[in-house]
């Protein structure tokens, strides 16, 4: 090995020291780092010489490894804070440290084994607080995440969670085919769009993430800012499972199979009937917190993620087989790939029982945490005395025509889970110069597990009836709480996309400067493939608006494109004249295929990550399913909790009603005087109400399409039924809606228009999307139910050789005149009891008018030729100004204005 090569590697092994010790080294002299080197030199030159000694004809290295390092500081500074977030000021959060090594043997020239191990170690940042509401610090019994305000917070490395990864694979050559099995912890699996697949995020260059494969940055913002797009995993369609995997990687005649037997965590976890199996869903309750002056706070637990994907009763079966091209007469072949393609995922019956252990086990001291599931439709003989509609002030006799056709004999709204399977038939075509395109034609078949919810022991009368159809009375009677009662099997439902590129091109030619693209999809409302890019659930979003950034949306992997009783299309039009970039047009329009929930969903497209990034580390860093004040409350989230004086509101987020149903009183407790709550808003598995989530890099929000106008006490009246019937049927309202999108996206080298040395990419894109009940998008119209747009700019400049500069600089707007809010009226907070949350007289209309800005600046600089350093500094604030439309008192309880920094060492070896 030559010595200026092996210099160079020992360098990069010492520069990368700090990555591994999470601290810097103090000064080495010059002396002692000549000393050192000598040494490390001669020892190089014996390993040398022992790897040689086992070399076959010194032609190829039987062992070989690689692998990265990365250190990643997050730290943050709000100067502007909602009151919901008090409660959490430390500020260094979701900081990690990790390191990946795979080794690779080669026995022979036909065998090839492999192992991965990967250590991941997370830095929560986490810091003592010295007094809680005004109160003395009680010692060692405070909890470290209840912080005050204002407080400046410090690097607390205490709290350092580990965990890893770990896989290994064979990959031999027999005769002429090529197979690799693979066993492990995340195995990424790839089949179709409609069984196994991700939607491609569109990434910019500023979001620089933290599985980026190993390129120059010259690489990667010609991809990211001139092409706009991206490589890498980044960009892949392929989900992880864990398990094992054989997949063929040579076979005769360009075939090709792949097998996987595996765990998936992913699908569900968004899903109100989702059980948390795994103690994943961050801080929950355990003592609860007391909150009275001079006592303790009570200690909380902290959800572990685990190691790997997936738990024991999420079973998943992925195959696929394929074949190159089709076989023409003559010995001649059509380059069309055609593959056949299943998924098939399973929940194990012992899955609902972990409801129970919940209580048990989980730690949860609220029994309404434990027991989520116990809430159902209407019954016209409760509905009559609900204290709801009293409370409304409409007369009794008007309620009972209203819903005089309801059944009384109704099904549990969440006591049940689903398995399904989906088959699937695509051909696709990807030949440079020709028309690519990719058809995918499926069927999928769902099974439905109905549980029981009630105690072990007889069933009563009324219980029996409302298990109807799932069960006959004895299997009722005979079963414990949480035991399956039966299944429902849907039919077999049909879904189509299809999507087109280089239309123009590919038939005429590049003399015309001008290329088309579409892509569609028809995906009926009962398709419900979890683990597609098609999301399985009732609710609606803006097309494109959730396919920017690096992260996941609306708690499902991969930029979920689609959602099910969806069906449209976008063009996308190319000027394929810009030269060194890019210049695309994107114009769509999709609707519903039948009526469907009003809870509409919105991605916060342009401060989404680094308020992610900014906020408590917690297991939403995976799961996306819980409310992001959950684990920053600062008082117990249920009725009857103490609040003293100096905790109006419960320093709750004040968040839009959304599929809220759970939240009230049960109907049929009623008639029996009874008042116990359906579900907590912050038990274990929230479920889709209203307010701001996070999944992995990303923010969402949902709200429900309500609206509640005080003109006149009818206009009260009527709109406050809407709601209360919603609350009790567990239904939302139902509506046709439709989505528009429109998008302007350039990037190009500008520098040679001044004749400049070195090259200044400028990525720029602006889009405009809505939902509407119908037509066009027209904000500020009643068939509006959201409208928003973004612009955003990015130039990036090469400053020396190793050293490129980029800059942000961004504005996102959101538009509703619907939303719905719990609010008290002298304090502008969320009430601080259920009871007042419930009373249709506190509800206030709270139209969404969200604006954000966002500024930044970072650079990316290459240390040595595999060590590198990314920076990110940006400003960002969020306004929500329709929030005090109402009450005034309301104003800038959501606000923020705040600083991050993303500081990443990455080294490849």
């Known amino acids: ?218 690489q990667y913002y010609e991809y990211a800012t001139t092409k706009g797009e991206r490589v890498g995993r980044a960009a892949w369609n392929k989900k992880p499972f864990q398990g094992f995997q054989w997949e063929s990687l040579d076979l005769p005649g360009k075939l090709y199979f792949m097998l996987t037997l595996a765990n998936y965590e992913g699908f569900q976890k968004w ?68 593959g056949l393609n299943y998924i098939g995922f ?58 005089a056709s309801t059944d009384v004999d109704t099904f549990y709204k969440s ?37 029981k919810v009630h105690d072990s022991g007889a069933a009563s009368v009324s219980q029996i009836r409302r298990y109807k159809g799932i069960a006959d009375s004895t299997t009722i009677q005979n079963a414990g709480k949480y035991e399956v009662l039966g299944h429902k099997e849907s039919d077999w439902v049909p879904a189509i996309y299809g999507q087109v590129s280089n239309l123009i091109s590919g038939t005429l030619g590049t003399s015309i400067p001008v290329d088309l693209g579409f892509q569609a999809v028809y995906a009926p409302k009962e398709f419900y493939s979890g683990t597609s890019f098609i999301m399985p659930g009732d609710f609606f979003f803006p097309f494109e608006a959730n396919l920017l950034g690096a992260g996941k949306f609306a708690g499902y992997d991969g930029g979920t494109p689609y959602v099910a009783n969806m069906s449209g299309a976008n063009m996308t039009f190319k000027y394929t004249g810009v030269k060194n970039g890019h210049l695309r047009m994107n114009v769509g329009y999709h609707t519903q295929l039948e009526s469907g929930s009003d809870l509409v969903w919105i991605p916060w497209r342009l401060n989404g990550t680094a308020f992610k990034l900014s906020i408590h580390q917690s297991t939403t860093q995976y799961d996306g399913q819980g409310l992001t004040d959950d684990f920053m409350r600062g008082d117990a989230a249920y009725s009857g909790a103490a609040t003293d004086a100096s905790t109006p509101g419960n320093f709750r987020q004040v968040r839009r009603f959304g599929n809220d149903f ?102 720029v894109y602006g889009a405009i999307n809505g939902v509407t009940t119908g037509g066009l998008v027209n904000p500020g119209d009643d ?12 130039p990036v400049y090469q400053l020396h050789d190793k050293l490129w500069i980029i800059g942000l600089v961004g504005m996102e707007h959101w538009a509703s005149n619907y939303g719905v809010a719990a609010i008290d009226s002298v304090t502008g907070y969320t009430p601080a009891s259920d009871s007042r949350v419930q009373n249709p007289r506190n509800w206030r209309s709270a139209p969404i008018d969200f604006t954000d800005w966002a500024f930044g600046a970072g650079f990316d600089w290459n240390l040595s030729p595999r060590v590198e350093l990314h920076t990110r500094l940006q400003y960002f604030t969020h306004r929500d100004d329709g929030i005090s439309k109402e009450i005034l008192a309301a104003k800038g309880k959501n606000d923020f204005e705040a600083w991050q920094l993303h500081a990443e060492t990455k080294m490849w070896f």
């Open 1 to 218: 090995m030559p010595k200026h090569v092996r210099r160079a590697v020992i360098l990069g092994f010492l520069g990368a020291l700090p990555v591994w010790s999470q601290t810097a080294p103090p000064p080495i002299a010059q002396e002692v780092q000549d000393a050192s080197l000598d040494t490390m030199e001669q020892n190089l030159d014996r390993l040398e010489s022992s790897i040689r000694k086992s070399l076959k004809g010194g032609g190829s290295k039987p062992v070989s490894f690689s692998g990265e390092a990365v250190f990643r500081f997050i730290g943050s500074s709000y100067e502007e804070y909602p009151t919901w977030m008090s409660d959490d000021n430390t500020e260094s959060k979701n900081s990690v440290a990790s390191i990946r090594v795979a080794m690779v043997a080669a026995p022979h020239k036909n065998l090839r084994l492999w192992s991965k191990i990967a250590l991941n170690g997370a830095l929560y940042g986490n810091n003592l607080p010295t007094t809680y509401k005004g109160k003395a610090n009680v010692g060692d019994n405070a909890d470290s995440s209840y912080q005050v305000a204002p407080q400046t917070g410090h690097f607390d490395p205490h709290s350092v969670a580990v965990y890893e990864d770990m896989s290994a694979g064979l990959t031999a050559a027999i005769g002429k085919a090529t197979t690799t099995l693979k066993v492990g912890g995340a195995l990424w699996t790839e089949a179709s769009p409609l069984t196994v697949w991700k939607g491609q995020n569109r990434l910019f260059g500023w979001d620089y993430v933290p599985y980026e494969l190993e390129q120059p940055s010259a």
């Open 271 to 338: 899903e109100p009937t989702a059980a948390n199996t795994n103690n994943t869903n961050g801080l929950m309750y355990t003592a609860g917190a007391s909150g009275q002056p001079g006592q303790p706070m009570l200690d909380r637990t902290i959800g572990s993620k685990g190691t790997g994907i997936g738990d024991l009763y999420r079973d998943a079966t992925v195959a696929r087989i394929s074949a190159g091209e089709i076989p023409l007469p003559g010995g001649q072949a059509l380059p069309v790939m055609v």
């Open 346 to 403: 399973k929940l194990d019956d012992d899955y609902a029982k972990q409801f129970r252990y919940a209580l048990n086990w989980g730690g949860l001291a609220n029994g309404n945490d434990a027991k989520p599931l116990e809430a159902w439709g209407i019954d016209r003989k409760t509905v009559r005395n609900d204290s709801i509609l009293k409370r409304v002030g409409r007369p009794d006799s008007l309620v009972r025509k209203r819903l």
């Open 415 to 451: 006591n049940y889970f689903t398995s399904f399977k989906t088959i699937s038939f695509d051909f696709r075509q990807n030949v440079s110069g020709k028309v690519s395109y990719l058809v995918d034609i499926g069927l999928n078949k769902t099974d439905t597990s109905y549980f």
């Open 662 to 763: 759970y939240f009230f009183s049960n109907p049929a407790e009623k008639a029996g005087g009874s008042l116990t709550a359906r579900r907590n808003a912050y038990a274990p598995v929230p479920g889709l109400a209203g307010g701001v989530r996070n999944d992995f890099m990303s923010t969402f929000e949902n709200f429900g399409a309500f609206k509640i106008r005080r003109t006149t006490p009818d206009e009260f009246q009527a709109d406050s039924l809407v709601m209360v019937e919603m609350i009790l049927a567990g239904k939302m309202p139902q509506s046709t809606k439709a989505t528009q999108n429109f998008s302007l996206d350039y990037g190009q080298d500008i520098s040679p228009l001044w004749g400049g040395a070195r090259p200044l990419f400028l990525g």
């Open 783 to 794: 068939a509006t139910l959201l409208s928003g747009y973004i612009a955003r700019m990015e």
